[in-house]
């Protein structure tokens, strides 16, 4: 092999640094998503990979405020905070001049959310000042996503959502019951339900129900684990089999997807709608079986749908208690 000529090397190297055209060229053909954010904090460059992950077109975000509402953090203790408000990456980034990595809810065209790794650098001019930031982000895998062509191919999907129909899930939750007796290995379950769907079909027409169904599923599954399992168990119902979790922790999981289906939209003949659930759970004990874990399930749901809907609650693991809402 020939000698490296340096000089001549570092020549393309700086033609290519400073070529803009072709730095546009190249980010337009990655597969994360691109974002480029000025000083006023309002979106300058969305490249292709953006416009896939997000469904947003380039046109349709130009000079917003980074990410507005498109963007959210879950906190530890539940709560939904703006992607570009006090301690986001994006401000962070800003003020300290670091980069800075963290999970996010990206809410898509279609009005799910959807989760993303984002990575946030600082863009510095000459004299080391800041003028911006690049984001980078990608989609976090999505379990359901990625199984549905193999449970559509095996008819275990329903086929609106594609989320597991009824008869797989119902399987399902026996093998978890089975692990849980034989191996003590825990799991929770979780009911959730569309709030007022009789009063959104007579309100809005047919169809509303099953696009609010159908965004709903979409949220949900990208905001569960790999090992969990989301089931269309009726037209307006869904359980998930939340793998391995204590009670707390599916409490913060039940609390978590009623807050991120309330930050989501149901595009509904131009206008942009919300849609609240209610999400009842409990933790699968020893010797429960699917008839006794749906009990204490459904009589926390319908404590839930009592005090007016939009409310997460997990029972107590003594079978004679049972938590109240959450607000």
Known sequence: MGALNTDADEA????????????????????EGICIVNCDHRIVYWNSGAERISGYMAHE??????????????????????????????????????VHENTMFLLHREGHRLLIQLQVCPIHDSNGGIVGVLEMFEEVAAPLHHRARELEALGCSDISTRAANRKLGEMMVRHALEALNAFEIPFGW???GLDGARDLDCRYGHGMVDAAVKMVAATLDRSL?????????????????VSRCSRSELAAVAERLRLLVRASTVEWWGDRLGVTVSVAGATAEPGDTIDTLEGRVSEVFEGCCASGGDRAAVAQVSRSRVEQCLP
């Open 12 to 31: 393309v190297i700086e033609l290519a640094l400073l070529d803009a055209g072709l730095h546009r060229a190249l980010l337009e053909q990655l597969n």
């Open 61 to 98: 975000v130009a000079g917003q405020f980074s990410h507005g509402d498109l963007l959210l953090h879950c906190e530890n203790d539940g709560r939904l905070l703006p992607g570009a408000g006090p301690g986001s990456p994006v401000v962070t980034a800003m003020l300290d001049g670091r």
């Open 190 to 192: 979780l009911r959730i």
């Open 225 to 241: 684990g790999s090992l969990d399992v989301l089931t269309r168990w009726e037209p307006a119902e869904f359980r998930v089999e």
